[in-house]
């Protein structure tokens, strides 16, 4: 019988038939080990929950996310009032002026006090005008807030005395409140000058220092660095006009309880824009010998 030549028998043919089949590690095996791992992670319960819990914590943190910025949106757009309201009553004469910068910041003016060693520094709200009167110690000597929208409220309450020698508070609320009070009616002085020119216009009711106010003084009233009006007939400034017209004088205080029917009647028609209030011991014209609170020559040179 005929041998391969090595010595082995030969097939039919004298041909060995090679064996089929890829190599391992080919293409066909890299697919198949791909296959058993995606069947296999599709039967892991484990992996699934926290693919899936993964997924969701994502979904979350951009819902959450996406909310956060609407409530940032809705507040400074509708409730951002409220903190502004919260910070100006938060504040008093007496404080020190780093307490004023804290709240309000850096002010925008600062001035000097024509004839006193005293500084006045005004700070641009939103809305509305702060003027605080520093001494060279650091202390807000004055405090006074004017506010321009009419739909900015804020309310603020001094202590006054009563008939009987007793104190109480009284609330004084900005764009709402009148500037005749009764529980106040006789108290203090009434400051008042409509300027027919370039100067300030102001009118206020000012009750001067004394036990019953802890030895402050305060003051509510109109600002002309914002605009004045009436609940029923809107503009009231040419109506106090009218009255200084006919009234001429170079004293701008004028008893409250000697005020006649007609400037009564002014009063009842003033939404006040303007409250103000001095440290202890403090006499209002110390600090604001003209205009009370901020200077309308300084705040028409910014855009509103």
């Known amino acids: 019988m005929p041998t391969s030549p090595t010595g082995g028998a030969a097939g039919a043919g004298g041909v060995v038939p090679a064996q089929s089949g890829a190599a391992p590690g080919g293409a066909a095996d890299g697919r198949h080990r791909a296959g058993r791992f995606e069947e296999w992670t599709k039967r892991n319960v ?26 940032g949106w809705y507040e400074s757009r509708f409730e951002w009032k409220d903190g502004e309201y919260g910070k100006l009553t938060s504040l008093h004469a007496g404080y ?3 307490k004023f910068r804290e709240k309000l910041g850096a002010p925008l003016f600062v001035e000097s006090v024509q004839g006193k ?7 641009k709200g939103r809305g509305y005008w ?19 929208e009419r739909d900015f409220r804020p309310k603020f309450s001094l202590m006054v005395g009563s008939v009987d020698g007793s104190s109480g508070y009284v ?18 002085m009434l400051k008042v000058f409509i300027s ?9 009711q000012v009750i001067p220092p004394s036990n019953p106010t802890n030895y402050k003084s305060y003051g509510w009233g109109l600002n002309d660095a914002c605009s004045w009006h009436s609940p029923r007939s ?4 040419s109506s106090w006009w009218k009255w200084q017209d006919s009234h001429p004088s170079s004293q701008p205080y004028l008893q409250m309880s000697d005020l006649s029917a007609s400037l009564r009647g002014l009063m009842k028609q ?28 300084l705040t028409r040179t910014v855009d509103r």
């Not at 702060?130 to 004017?146: E, F, I, M, Q, R």
């Open 270 to 297: 003033s939404v006040v824009n303007t409250y103000m209030e001095t440290a202890p011991h403090v006499e209002e014209s110390d600090v604001y010998p003209w205009q009370v609170g901020v200077d309308r020559i």
């Open 130 to 148: 702060v003027d605080v009167v520093t001494d060279n110690s650091g202390t807000a000597l004055s405090y006074a807030v004017t506010a321009c």
């Open 234 to 237: 809107g503009d009231i400034l």
């Open 96 to 98: 020190s002026f780093a």
């Open 117 to 123: 060693r005293l500084t006045e520094n005004i700070f």
């Open 46 to 71: 484990f992996l699934t929950v926290l693919t899936f819990s993964a997924v969701l914590i994502s979904s979350f943190i951009t819902l959450f996310g996406t909310l956060g910025d609407l409530k």
């Open 196 to 204: 027919g020119a370039t100067s300030n216009s102001y009118t206020f």
């Open 171 to 188: 609330d004084v609320t900005l764009n709402r409140d009148l500037m005749d009070n009764d529980s106040v009616r006789d108290f203090g």
